[in-house]
């Protein structure tokens, strides 16, 4: 996601649901943009999906569990997720711990990181990398980005 080369060109180019947000450096982001700016046609555009970090979430106690949510087990049955997190304000780096609580008394554990990125950061990224931001939508039904919205939707373009 960093570093591609497909010698193509291509009228669209989406990173959604938070992927980006696994890139955990501003160095990394950028060379993810780069690349995306090499392969993007100069009439295409560049669609950017993920989270406006929530300091509530980002900010409770580290040594709880919290219930997120009860998703269909890909191997059945219903299966509850509890997630355990730990912020690191100076990186901006949540370590994120998922627990999987099966309806057959079995868990799953899945750790991973994911950097919070402010609106700010994201815009200058962008910029810097040399996107222009045609929309900033803070949902999925093209409303407008406001500082209510749960979501970062840039639809962006060559400069």
Request: charged letters at 30%; aromatic letters at 14%.
């Amino acid at each position: 996601m960093r570093d591609f080369k497909l010698n193509k060109f291509f009228d669209l180019i989406i990173i959604p649901f938070n992927s980006l947000l696994h890139l955990l450096t501003n160095n990394e982001i950028s060379d993810c943009f780069a690349s995306v700016l090499s392969h993007l046609s100069d009439d295409g555009y560049f669609i950017l999906d993920i989270f406006v970090p929530d300091p509530e979430l980002l900010y409770r106690n580290p040594n709880k569990k919290y219930k997120e949510m009860i998703i269909d087990h890909p191997k059945g049955g219903k299966c509850l997720v509890w997630q355990e997190s730990k912020y690191d304000q100076e990186t901006e780096i949540n370590d994120i711990k998922w627990v999987f609580d099966r309806n057959d008394n079995r868990t799953e554990e899945y750790q991973f990181q994911m950097r919070m990125i402010y609106p700010d950061t994201i815009d200058r990224l962008l910029f810097e990398a040399g996107f222009t931001i045609e929309q900033k939508l803070g949902d999925y039904n093209s409303k407008s980005f406001n500082e209510n919205s749960l979501l970062q939707i840039y639809i962006c373009s060559k400069q």
